[in-house]
């Protein structure tokens, strides 16, 4: 008996469960939901494009009752479709990576600066010069008083 029984309580939990996936997945946020979305956080839709056709007016010559006659026609020669950029709005973790990039970059263009600077450094000698002319004469003078 109590077998039975915990199987039908298994069976209606796991049925629970399937029918809450089921309604999660039927009524989740669709895609014009988040086109909107977009849109109010500053998406410019690609609406504008340009189509550019050149059209030319060709003549061809043909005979016609012993007489030449140019015959006219219409034709576009070129078809150019240009379409303006779409601004995408970054996400919070796009930007955060960018900035650390950026913040990174910059830490290690210091340190190549820094190690530039102190390659580049010339020792200074005239100080060690005066330094070792002053320990001279103190020891000259120390040894006058002895």
Not at 14 to 37: D, P, W
């Amino acid at each position: 008996m109590q077998t039975k029984l915990v199987q039908v309580l298994t069976y209606k939990k796991n049925m629970r469960i399937y029918s809450l996936i089921c309604v999660l997945t039927m009524f989740s946020c669709s895609a014009n939901y988040h086109y909107r979305k977009a849109i109010k956080r500053g998406l410019k839709p690609l609406i504008s494009s340009d189509t550019i056709r050149i059209a030319t007016i060709d003549s061809i010559p043909v005979v016609r009752h012993d007489t030449i006659v140019y015959e006219k026609y219409f034709s576009s020669k070129d078809t150019i479709v240009h379409y303006e950029n779409v601004f995408v709005p970054k996400t919070r973790l796009e930007t955060r990576i960018e900035y650390k990039i950026h913040r990174d970059t910059i830490r290690l263009e210091t340190r190549v600066e820094v190690e530039r600077a102190k390659a580049s450094k010339q020792p200074n000698y005239l100080l060690w010069v005066f330094l070792i002319v002053l320990v001279l004469a103190a020891l000259q003078l120390f040894k006058k008083f002895i």
